[in-house]
């Protein structure tokens, strides 16, 4: 199997060094691009066109969060991780509602950074600890009862399905309490995706939540 290519966007030289030389040396790894602004790494990716975008969250002319906006929508088949000092719900669910598949602290060790890129390239979603649990804090706060975008594409199942997603539920705790199998319970969730235009469970917590 190939390497993942992964493109480093930081605006502090001396981390982006750091971080080339840590994962240099994993051969299931190559770092192909850097960036110091998210406007170097947009006209970055197109050219060397990278599985993986390591991004912080705070830079000059184009942050993290809005840079992932930009990839979601120009390069849909960048996956893109946060790798951020910060913690707070604006970068996290930000970056997360913008399309990003993981957001990290810089403090994370160097064998989970490694292991959130491979799965990052396998389109699997990473989150710290931290990050993972002010999100399941946030979602699991209230109940959604009110109407989002897009609600009426949803069948009445499928809604169903949908808002116990946004209240943290796993499938198997949506198949027990709806009486369905998990497999159906993932056919709902992919179909509510679809038809939402979202990209993954976590996406439709946060849409349903209007975060």
Same mark, same amino acid.
């Given at each position: %199997? ?11 030289? =001396? %981390? ?5 030389? &840590?994962?240099? #040396? ?27 975008? =390591?991004?912080?969250?705070? %830079? +000059?002319? %184009?942050?993290?969060?809005?840079? #992932?906006?930009?990839? @979601? ?7 893109? #991780?946060? &790798? ?19 957001? =990290?602290?810089?403090?994370?060790? +160097? ?5 959130? #890129? ?12 931290? /990050? ?5 804090? !946030?979602?699991?706060?209230? +109940? ?24 943290? /539920? @796993? !499938? ?29 469970? @976590?996406?439709? /917590? ?6």
């Amino acid at each position: %199997m190939r390497a993942v290519r992964v493109l480093l966007v930081d605006d502090q030289e =001396l %981390m982006r060094q750091g971080l080339r030389k &840590l994962l240099a #040396i994993e051969e299931s790894i190559e770092i192909v691009g850097e960036a110091a602004d998210g406007v170097a790494a947009l006209a970055a990716v197109g050219e060397i066109r990278p599985d993986v975008a =390591l991004v912080d969250a705070r %830079m +000059p002319r %184009m942050d993290g969060v809005a840079l #992932i906006h930009r990839l @979601t929508v120009e390069h849909p088949s960048v996956a893109a #991780i946060v &790798l951020s000092t910060f913690d707070e719900d604006e970068y996290i669910f930000g970056a997360l509602r913008g399309g990003a598949v993981g957001y =990290l602290l810089k403090d994370c060790s +160097p064998d989970e950074l490694v292991a959130a #890129i491979l799965r990052a390239s396998r389109g699997e979603i990473v989150l710290s600890s931290p /990050a993972a649990a002010r999100l399941v804090a !946030n979602l699991r706060r209230e +109940p959604v009862h009110g109407a989002f975008p897009g609600q009426e594409l949803l069948s009445a199942r499928e809604l169903e399905v949908a808002r116990l997603v946004a209240a943290g /539920a @796993t !499938n198997r705790e949506i198949a027990t309490q709806l009486f369905i199998t998990e497999g159906t319970v993932k056919n709902h969730v992919s179909s509510a995706l679809r038809k939402l235009g979202l990209r993954d469970r @976590t996406q439709l /917590a946060l849409h349903l939540k209007g975060l």
